[in-house]
């Protein structure tokens, strides 16, 4: 855990202490399934009404594992970044 530091000083929410708003899309950091690196991020979702048991979903619908990890390190809202302004 001692590597996520400079990146979870960088504004980040820890998953471990503070989840997203439901459905609000998000920038993921997980586990990288990668060589290249350790960790990457994804656009993602968190949707527990939807999928109690696996909660974290693409922008698509689908479980963030079909990609790679589903286990989430730590987030940051991107609403501003993937949603119109009319939605936000």
Known sequence: MSSLMPILD???ARTAEQLPPDTRPVLALRPSSYGCCQYEIVTARYMP???PFAPW???SGD???DSGSDQVL???HADAVLLPASEL
Do not use: H, I, M, P
């Open 63 to 65: 479980d963030l594992a």
């Open 57 to 59: 979903r693409d922008l």
């Open 49 to 51: 009404d939807y999928r």
């Open 10 to 12: 960088t504004g980040l």
């Open 74 to 76: 730590a987030w940051a």
